[in-house]
């Protein structure tokens, strides 16, 4: 069984861009998580999508945004980037919603904001 | 406050001993609780699931719950070089409507 992807791996940014990632789970997972990982803040909840809706949400500002569709794919969306974005962004899967349940993370999208 | 802690290392073991993390949380309504491994440069990778009181075993791996004194712990036996790694604790949280939140890790280095 295929793992979680997500696209693009790599991503170079200026500041006061927005930028797309997505993810896609593994087949039968019908829950996704987003999360930021820094090397001062560590792993970082962005928010969770199940059934094409956000159960659950972080604490970051609304620049940050994402969503769901009808195939478990999801998206998040960074608007007006600030060098402080720049992280490695982790999309991890899970068959059922809720953080207590095991979630296998995919490769993540390094975004640089410059 | 700290909601998920651990120490941050590095925690220096030779090949061949057992390695001990722990990890401590905050909420005490917690009800999961995980063990991830991460390699440099890689994207977290989930060794150990435990949800209630005990020791639970998978391999070389052992995951210790106590959660009148919220703590857990992972035990790797016979350490090998390839163990070298952060580990990543993770917790699910009553208090944050059940988010998984993570400790920033502990750097493990298994000397040859």
């Known amino acids: 069984k295929a793992g979680v992807t997500q696209t693009p791996r790599y991503l170079i940014k200026t500041r006061g861009q927005q930028v797309t990632l997505s993810c896609s789970p593994i087949?039968?997972?019908?829950?996704v998580s987003w999360y930021q990982q820094t090397p001062g803040q560590g792993l970082q909840f962005l928010f969770e999508y199940f059934s094409e809706t956000q159960r659950n949400k972080g604490n970051f500002p609304g620049r940050f945004s994402g969503r769901q569709f009808s195939n478990s794919r999801s998206e998040m969306n960074v608007s007006t980037l600030e060098l402080g974005d720049s992280a490695l962004y982790l999309c991890a899967s899970s068959l059922v919603p809720g953080g207590g349940y095991e979630q296998y993370f995919g490769p993540g999208t390094r975004l640089t904001v410059t | 406050q700290k909601e998920v802690e651990q120490n941050s290392g590095p925690l220096s073991v030779p090949e061949g001993a057992i390695a001990s993390l722990n990890c401590t949380y905050s909420?005490?309504?917690?009800?999961?609780f995980f063990w991830y491994r991460q390699y440099s440069g890689k994207s977290p990778e989930l060794i150990m699931s435990i949800y209630s009181n005990g020791d639970k075993e998978d391999g070389r791996f052992t995951a210790q719950l106590n959660k009148a004194s919220q703590y857990v712990s992972l035990l790797i036996r016979d350490s090998q070089p390839s163990d070298s790694a952060t580990y990543l604790c993770?917790?699910?949280?009553?208090?944050?409507?059940?988010?998984?939140?993570f400790g920033k890790g502990t750097l493990l280095t298994v000397n040859p």
């Open positions: 993770a917790v699910t949280m009553e208090g944050s409507n059940y988010k998984l939140t």
């Open positions: 909420d005490r309504g917690s009800q999961s």
């Open positions: 087949s039968g997972h019908r829950s």
